[in-house]
């Protein structure tokens, strides 16, 4: 079936359910395309705790529609591919949480959202990529517990530095393939080029960069700047929303390997499917969903 017709039948699905779809910037072009929003996580959730839909359709790995749920329980939420999951979430569950606060009773614990529900009831307050700087800094308590993602907390350690910040071991199994000699090959090959970088890469490769950014905030960064040539350091999906909004710009990937295997999983044949039959349905049981939502809430509060 041709990709109009899909989108077609797309289209008749979501006046039939009432339904809005959302997609993470890292989702396949084609998937894009049909999203009625495209963001980050931070711009995500805003959305998801703020629409009035009967139905959501997310596009995305399992925490963030966990995310969507949380902050809107009028709404059935569904995730395009049950099996689109977040390796990096599933570093960290709610009983090693527990040690880890055990260990450090004094911290205040901060939670990147690619947590699951449970791991964010645990939580004091939750982060993105987008505002983990400023959500630390908010915070009166001098001694942080950084969960899961040890990079983000490292360079949130470099902005906040009277913090003592102790970062859990984990990582994002894409952004970590990215080395350091790929930045310096790259700026040798573009000189003219500005380097931007998510804050889950390497220490050593966000040295390197001119700008470390959340994906959204790279298409800011790449349409405000004057530069015409951009060396990107995330996960490939972002290429198409920076080409569509800015065509007369040049990006090149910093390495083939930036890619995640479970955000390509969702494709439009899964989007249709998943609204025909109203599939992979995402609920948190009240008592966690209300934990989890007080640290969401809380990192929403932070401007």
Not at 170 to 195: D, Q, T
Not at 287 to 299: E, G, S, T, V, Y
């Amino acid at each position: 079936m041709v990709v109009q017709q899909l989108e077609e039948e797309i289209a008749e699905l979501k006046k039939k359910l009432g339904a809005v779809i959302v997609a993470h910037n890292y989702q396949r072009p084609e998937v894009q395309d049909i999203a009625d929003f495209v963001g980050d996580s931070l711009e995500l959730a805003r959305r998801c705790a703020e629409v009035k839909a009967e139905t959501i359709v997310f596009c995305g790995v399992d925490f963030m529609a966990e995310t969507a749920a949380i902050l809107n329980p009028d709404a059935t939420v569904l995730l395009s591919v049950a099996t689109a999951c977040c390796p990096m979430a599933a570093m960290i569950d709610a009983d090693k949480l527990k040690e880890w606060k055990e260990r450090y009773p004094k911290a205040t614990v901060v939670a990147y959202v690619n947590t699951t529900a449970a791991v964010k009831a645990g939580s004091d307050i939750c982060c993105t990529s987008a505002n983990a700087v400023k959500v630390v800094q908010s915070l009166p308590n001098d001694e942080i517990l950084f969960i899961p993602d040890k990079h983000l907390g490292h360079y949130v350690s470099t902005k906040v530095s009277r913090k003592r910040m102790i970062l859990y071991p984990g990582y994002c199994i894409a952004h970590v393939r990215l080395r350091a000699e790929e930045v310096k090959m790259a700026k040798e090959h573009y000189p003219e080029a500005k380097v931007l970088v998510h804050p889950e890469c390497r220490e050593e490769v966000i040295e390197l960069a001119d700008a470390v950014l959340s994906t959204s905030q790279m298409v800011r960064y790449a349409r405000e700047s004057p530069a015409k040539t951009f060396l990107i350091g995330t996960e490939e999906g972002l290429l198409h929303r920076l080409y569509k909004e800015n065509p007369e710009k040049k990006f090149y990937l910093l390495s083939p390997r930036l890619f995640c295997a479970n955000m390509k999983r969702t494709r439009l044949e899964t989007v249709i499917e998943t609204m025909k039959l109203k599939r992979n349905r995402v609920t948190v049981p009240e008592d966690i969903r209300l934990k989890a939502k007080q640290a969401l809430d809380r990192m929403l509060a932070v401007v």
